[in-house]
């Protein structure tokens, strides 16, 4: 429907004293004075577009982004880190390409993180089409390659920046300390499951691929003897044929991947107290396996061998165990881990040991459900004058009665079989599951980029780095 602007013109014409000058009338009732009155259609104007106008002056690049933006938070606490470790791989006598400013690169990377853009191909995109990068990186624009392997090369230097965030953060009064919830989360690895073989397997395969690289070379040298009848033993012959080198190239993969299997397999049989020669001898009685032989479902990725498979909300996957340690009163990460063993009972200490080296203090209180509970965990806590709320059973199924020998298992109990108790415990998680939300379905981060447990751990602390950034500007901002 058309819109119609009502105007109305007045003739001014002379009236008599003590007249009013306008008479008024009434028009879809209103009373307004009478005049002319004009029916017409108003053009609209719109704000001005020119894209191809060039401009007088260079615009700051910080007024492309509104005031309190995330990058700009990012940017000022990157500032003031120090980054000396990133700087020192680029120390000596300058003769080198210019690289690109390691302040630069750990701000876009936090960022970016921080976004849910973990690809180095997607940041390197980014770089040009998206604003607030641009403004982070000032005109700088380092190729994929370039992102990755500054991610690798400094992997271990993000945990000493994610140290002192946290710092920063106990200084500003933000982190409390006064209760800690602690849980794990199976994040995948940078592997497929179906790139990995049994134990079993891999003997069956080992012994398939000799059978059959032993065929090709008989008949290799059957028709080398047959070339050389017809040209001559000095006569060069072809190179080494595909289907063999492709075959002993997958039995160099498969016996690397036993050698692996067999190491692990002799570490755990020497942490049960088995030697050499046992000869499967045990005090109950004797042992499956003789030492260091791995059972036959033992398997190893060829992809990233140090990944394991773990049961996950969808099924068994290849997977490192992700550990986080949460403040309750900012939800402020402020220790991690990473471990490729599935069970979560042996990562609570380390946690605790290394929030007490980045702040100098430990909590009050510590909230963990039953993967982590333990007759030796709970001793030792109890030596730390730190009250656990730790679950003796899974949820939804009814707890165990306590060992009458474990006594620090029987006071957890009782401490749990009260009313505050409950209460406590059931603080947990309100603090620790909301941060592995924002990790995987705010940030979208369900599987690394990095292979190797190593610079998966690494990974895993940009993560928790980025969320805490996140964090820490929205109660800023608040």
């Not at 690895?189 to 065929?215: T, V």
């Not at 550990?323 to 599935?342: H, N, R, Y």
């Not at 009972?345 to 040991?353: Q, S």
Request: charged fraction near 30%.
């Amino acid at each position: 429907m058309r819109s119609l602007r009502v105007f109305l013109v007045v003739a001014r014409s002379a009236a008599p004293r003590g007249q009013p000058r306008f008479r008024t009338r009434s028009v879809r009732g209103r009373n307004v004075r009478a005049g002319w009155y004009v029916y017409t259609d108003m053009p609209t104007t719109f704000r001005p577009c020119a894209p191809d106008q060039s401009l007088l002056f260079p615009p700051s690049p910080r007024d492309w982004l509104p005031e309190g933006h995330l990058a700009f938070f990012i940017a000022d606490t990157v500032a003031a880190l120090n980054l000396k470790p990133f700087y020192a791989a680029y120390e000596g006598d300058g003769r080198r390409n210019s690289p690109f400013d390691p302040q630069m690169m750990v701000t876009v990377l936090l960022y970016a993180y921080a976004t849910g853009t973990f690809s180095s191909r997607r940041i390197a995109r980014k770089l040009e089409e998206d604003v607030a990068y641009r403004v982070l990186a000032a005109g700088n624009f380092p190729a994929h390659r370039t992102i990755a392997d500054f991610r690798q090369q400094h992997v271990a230097a993000f945990q000493a920046v994610f140290v002192q965030v946290v710092q920063i953060a106990r200084e500003a009064g933000v982190i409390h300390l006064g209760a800690l919830a602690v849980d794990g989360s199976k994040v995948k690895a940078n592997a497929n499951k179906h790139k990995a073989m049994s134990y079993g397997r891999m003997r069956q395969e080992e012994q398939r691929l000799r059978d059959e690289i032993a065929a090709l070379t008989a008949q290799a040298e059957a028709s080398d003897a047959a070339e050389d009848a017809v040209h001559g033993p000095d006569v060069r012959g072809d190179e080494l044929p595909a289907e063999l080198q492709r075959r002993e190239e997958r039995l160099a993969k498969i016996a690397a991947a036993k050698a692996r299997l067999e190491a692990r397999q002799v570490d755990d049989d020497r942490q049960k107290g088995r030697t050499p020669d046992d000869g499967r001898k045990s005090r109950r009685r004797p042992f499956a396996r003789d030492f260091g032989v791995p059972p036959d479902d033992a398997q190893d990725n060829f992809t990233d061998p140090e990944s394991r498979i773990m049961k996950t909300s969808s099924g068994f996957d290849q997977c490192y165990n992700g550990q986080l340690a949460v403040d309750e009163a900012s939800q402020i990460i402020v220790a991690t881990g990473l471990t490729t063993c599935a069970a979560d009972n042996a990562e609570l200490l380390p946690l605790l040991d290394q929030t007490r080296v980045s702040l100098d203090a430990q909590p009050n209180e510590v909230l963990a459900d039953a993967g982590y509970r333990g007759e030796a965990t709970f001793h030792t806590l109890e030596t730390r004058d730190i009250t656990a709320y730790i679950s003796l059973g899974r949820e939804g199924k009814p707890d165990t009665t306590p060992n009458p020998a474990h006594e620090a298992t029987r006071r957890m109990a009782a401490r749990l079989a009260s009313e505050g108790g409950r209460a406590r415990y059931r603080r947990r998680k309100a603090i620790v599951e909301p941060v592995i939300g924002w990790i995987k379905a705010v940030l979208g981060f369900r599987h690394f980029s990095l292979r190797g447990e190593v610079k998966a751990r690494g990974e895993w602390n940009i993560v928790c780095l980025a969320v805490n950034l996140k964090r820490l500007h929205r109660i800023r901002m608040a």
